[in-house]
């Protein structure tokens, strides 16, 4: 399929819609700020991957993250999607080398993934997925699962280099209400999608890919949308995220390091900040003129 984009389909004869994802300069420009060991890398094109995907079957708005903290080797995982399709991501780990498994239970396992969805409008909400299924498509069908009692199927594959991810969603009841049948459908395009490989998506181009699954279905595909990736930081974020800190914090850092120089985890982007003109804000001082 086209890099770097997604495309949505749209079963003609069944209450089932789909996106299927590829990711290739988007996920090297995300992990380009940062020398990461490869299961990093690749955990990190999973998180990308369904963070775009998840991103795309929600209306909304905004942006999308998942984030997993607090584990002994990884201390943070996230990725971050908006609803205009640029994507980013960051990790913070240790004790890990390229020789490593990127063995999603082994390093993830115990974890919790959070999920936030920050509309531009309104309030953000939250939702919390355990991660104590094999993989995190699993646990994000768990998630679903929970969440709308509608199947989700969610394969998500990355090598360090591509990312892609499939995702296969009944909707609500439309075109067929007989729940019998509806849970038919459901088997039999969940069966045939589970047979997709990554090097099939890869290769093959959309119509092509949908034709060679679904042979005897009619499916509607939509035109590709491009993702990229794209960071929001700024140097008035990261002056706000210093003022956050509270007077007594900030004054401490000052003494240690009264040029402030910080750089952005997501794009490695560094901001020189005037920590003099930064307390003053802290304490509400007028801005001079
Ligand atoms: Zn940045």
């Known amino acids: 399929m086209q890099p770097d984009s997604s495309s949505r389909f749209l079963m003609a004869n069944a209450d089932i819609r789909g996106y299927m994802l590829q990711l290739n300069k988007t996920y090297a420009d995300s992990l380009s700020a940062t020398d990461y060991p490869r299961p990093i890398r690749i955990l990190l094109g999973e998180f990308l991957a369904a963070a775009a995907l998840l991103s795309e079957t929600i209306k909304f708005k905004g ?82 699962g929970q969440s709308d009692q509608l199947g989700t199927q969610i394969m998500l594959h990355s090598d360090g280099e591509t990312a892609t991810g499939f995702l296969l969603q009944q909707l609500p009841a439309q075109l067929e209400t007989d729940d019998a049948k ?68 900030l004054q401490s850092l000052l003494a240690e390091q009264p040029e402030l120089t910080l750089n952005c985890e997501f794009c490695g982007a560094q901001y020189a900040l005037d920590g003099e003109a930064i307390a003053a804000e802290a304490r509400g001082d007028r801005p001079a003129h």
């Not at 640029?86 to 490593?100: E, K, Y």
């Not at 396992?109 to 409008?121: A, D, N």
């Not at 949308?225 to 800190?245: Q, Y």
Request: overall charge negative; glycine content about 4%.
């Open 182 to 249: 509806r849970s038919d459908h459901w088997q039999h395009f969940s069966i045939l999608a589970a047979t997709l490989t990554q090097a099939e998506q890869i290769a093959l181009p959309e119509a092509t890919l949908l034709k060679r699954l679904f042979v005897e279905d009619v499916v509607e595909l939509f035109p590709p949308k491009a993702h990229r990736f794209a960071c929001t930081c700024s140097r008035e974020r990261m002056a706000n995220a210093l003022i956050a800190l509270g007077e007594a914090e």
């Open 63 to 144: 942006r999308l993250l998942l984030q997993v903290k607090g584990l002994e080797k990884i201390t943070l995982l996230a990725a971050e999607a908006s609803s205009e399709r640029s994507l980013r991501c960051v990790a913070r780990f240790q004790d890990l080398t390229d020789d490593d498994a990127p063995d999603f239970e082994a390093l993830l396992g115990t974890g919790t993934l959070v999920v936030t969805i920050e509309p531009e409008q309104g309030e953000r909400y939250q939702s919390l997925v355990p991660l104590t299924a094999p993989s995190l498509a699993q646990c994000l069908e768990f998630y679903f």
